[in-house]
């Protein structure tokens, strides 16, 4: 039999028979790869790990540690699902269950209400399809073969009308299921799962069609990591940042506006000392700080490009007979600003930043507090230098982002560099010298800042290849806030040069970034983050003054106006309330510093200060704490000591 050559990631290149499946070459690089192998991409193309391989190919072999991987293995547990639900119901008609960022889920159409009760069923049926390790084998047939072994489900023919072209299923035991695939090799991987909730849904979403019963589940390889994301489902749900955004006075979401936030008092200070921040940390770095307008016409929307790939997401209105659409970004508005001048080599590195309020119009579905709502202050900046510049650019950039990630309590994070798939280079704006010197030089300038970053080949925006910063929250969970963006696209759409030394027009690279992303995303992350017990220079109330008795109010009072004196955010309860009430209603609004005030400290002129984390000292003179307050503030300090 002919020998076909299979290049594997690391560039080493093996012979092997043609027809060789995935699963043989996992099991030649080892026994432990070939156990956890769930698919494999050949040639940039998902394929089942018993797939056979015909011709020389570039192989990866998926596992769950590769995000693919953990896509096939949820998916594969959805079939799974439905296994057991046409099992237990057989009258239920199947729809569609794809993989969502939590897991999974199934559509029903059945007759039958499921209950938590039915939950335990099907997870107990579950179990027992998977100790019976079924092989999952993948069906192609015509389109008239499919619409034939489909033929009593409406909802099946209708998407293998949609595809117009053969079809594929997958068929574990009894149950077939129409799929693209791949999927797991057989159903005893699917061991450790768990059905989370159930939900109405509609036919494709759409509220004209017929509602259905949605089922929601998650899986993993191993029962450890399910006990381990269930654990942090119970951690995260205390962090609620809804919850806490209500037990905090910081922000209600309402009918009347869907999506949007309201802020409260509370909320106002916390966001503005993140914006206050920002606006301090970009002047020192020599960025200029501008404004574009809500509202611009529909011809700068086409120019960008967004009125024609963007559009379903924008808010149009008309004025004056004219298009005109609410912004969802930033960026057009700022090259407006750059092209009202000429603008010379020696001006560059031009920075140029925004807190900008955008709206992108989101469905219902999936609308999540402050983590997605339809409007946010996207903190943008754009750096238009020249090619010599750009690595100094990107360094400088990495370090402010670093800076101030860490001053808000954001120490641990890791950065992913996406470029351009050498395979699909047609799909990407721009040329490959372009390309070339823009990854050269994130790469470069990455190196030089001595951080690890992992390289995702193929995942760079069509306009340009980025750096991503996700950052990792108190419990564990990553989020992609900070990134820095090469953009070919705008200089080329919007004709963007300067005068070079040469005297002739040049187009400078022009680097995109955001720190926070979204503040209002990266407020609902603190929150979660530190559990709502902020650091006090973030804190909307800083510090509370308590009274034993009413005799003390006034030395109170004056305590109080000394530290307004130094601006600082303090409250005072005089209410005839004991004190333990009191303090502890003062620890539920995660207020950072406690005082107590009584006969003694009126007598000695000092107070009790209590910590948020329980720690009390007595005899404290009120001047040092307020140097003390004052300089952990200034130092921007994620705890207070007493």
Not at 77 to 89: I, S
Not at 466 to 478: F, N, P, Q, T, Y
Not at 553 to 582: G, M, P, Q, W
Request: hydrophobic content about 35%; overall charge positive; glycine content about 6%.
């Amino acid at each position: 039999m002919s020998k076909i050559k299979i290049t594997l990631p690391d560039g080493t290149v093996k012979d092997f028979e043609k027809g060789v499946t995935a699963e043989k070459i996992a099991l030649s690089i080892g026994k432990r790869l070939a156990q956890d192998a769930l698919a494999a991409k050949v040639n940039d193309n998902l394929v089942d790990i018993s797939a056979k391989i015909n011709n020389d190919a570039k192989i990866k072999i998926i596992t769950y540690k590769n995000k693919e991987g953990i896509d096939i293995f949820r998916h594969s547990t959805a079939h799974l699902m439905a296994h057991a639900v046409t099992d237990l119901f057989p009258k239920t008609k199947l729809t569609i269950g794809p993989v969502v960022e939590e897991g999974f889920y199934y559509d029903f159409d059945t007759q039958h209400h499921f209950t938590p009760e039915d939950i335990v069923k099907i997870e107990k049926r579950m179990n027992e399809i998977v100790k019976k390790d079924l092989k999952i084998e993948r069906i192609e047939f015509s389109e008239k073969e499919a619409k034939k072994t489909f033929k009593n489900n409406q909802y099946k023919l209708e998407l293998i009308g949609e595809l117009n072209e053969q079809s594929t299923a997958y068929k574990q035991g009894s149950f077939i299921d129409l799929c693209k695939g791949p999927h797991v090799s057989s159903t005893g991987k699917l061991k450790a799962f768990k059905l989370m909730k159930i939900a109405g849904a509609y036919w494709k979403g759409d509220s004209k069609n017929k509602q259905l019963q949605r089922i929601y589940g998650i899986s993993f390889p191993e029962n450890k990591q399910l006990k381990s994301y269930l654990k942090l489902l119970e951690e995260t749900e205390k962090r609620d940042h809804r919850k806490l955004g209500k037990q905090l006075d910081l922000f209600s979401i309402h009918e009347e506006g869907p999506g949007l936030i309201f802020w409260h008092n509370n909320g106002v200070i916390l966001k503005n000392e993140l914006m206050k921040y920002w606006n301090e940390e970009h002047k020192k770095m020599n960025y200029q700080l501008i404004e574009t307008p809500d509202i611009l016409n529909r011809s700068l929307w086409e120019q960008s490009g967004h009125w024609d790939l963007f559009k379903e997401n924008m808010y149009t209105t008309k004025i004056d007979g004219r298009d005109f659409a609410i912004k969802p970004m930033n960026c057009p508005g700022g090259m407006l600003v750059y092209k009202t001048k000429a603008h010379s080599y020696r001006e560059l590195p031009l920075r140029v930043a925004e807190l900008g309020y955008v709206h992108r119009h989101e469905l219902s579905g999936v609308l999540a507090g402050l983590f997605r709502a339809r409007a946010f202050t996207q903190d943008d900046a754009h750096v238009f230098c020249s090619e010599e510049q750009l690595e100094s650019e990107i360094i400088s950039i990495i370090k402010l982002m670093k800076k101030m990630l860490a001053a808000i309590g954001f120490n641990d994070y890791e950065f992913t560099l996406a470029v351009r798939s050498e395979e699909k280079k047609d799909k990407y704006l721009g040329g490959d010298k372009g390309w070339l010197t823009a990854e050269k030089a994130l790469k470069n300038a990455f190196n030089k800042t001595n951080d690890k970053f992992v390289i995702e080949e193929g995942e760079a925006k069509f306009y340009g290849p980025s750096l991503d910063l996700k950052i990792k929250d108190a419990i564990g969970r990553k989020w992609q806030c900070s990134t820095i963006q090469l953009d070919f696209n705008l200089a080329e759409r919007f004709n963007i040069t300067y005068e070079g030394k040469d005297g002739r027009k040049h187009k400078p690279f022009i680097l995109h970034r955001v720190i926070y992303g979204s503040l209002e995303r990266f407020i609902g992350i603190m929150i979660e983050h530190y559990a709502g017990k902020f650091p006090i220079w973030l804190a909307p109330v800083q510090v509370k003054i308590l009274t034993i008795a009413d005799r003390f109010n006034s030395y109170a009072e004056k305590i109080k106006e000394e530290f307004k004196k130094n601006n600082l955010r303090i409250e005072l309860d005089t209410r005839s309330e004991s004190v333990n009430y009191k303090v502890r209603e003062a620890q539920l609004q995660k207020i950072p510093l406690i005082i107590i005030v009584g006969e003694k400290e009126e007598k000695n002129k000092t107070v009790a200060v209590r910590t948020l984390d329980g720690n009390v000292k007595f005899g404290v003179k009120v001047n040092d704490l307020l140097k003390r307050i004052s300089d952990n503030i200034e130092k921007k300090e994620q705890s207070f000591k007493l």
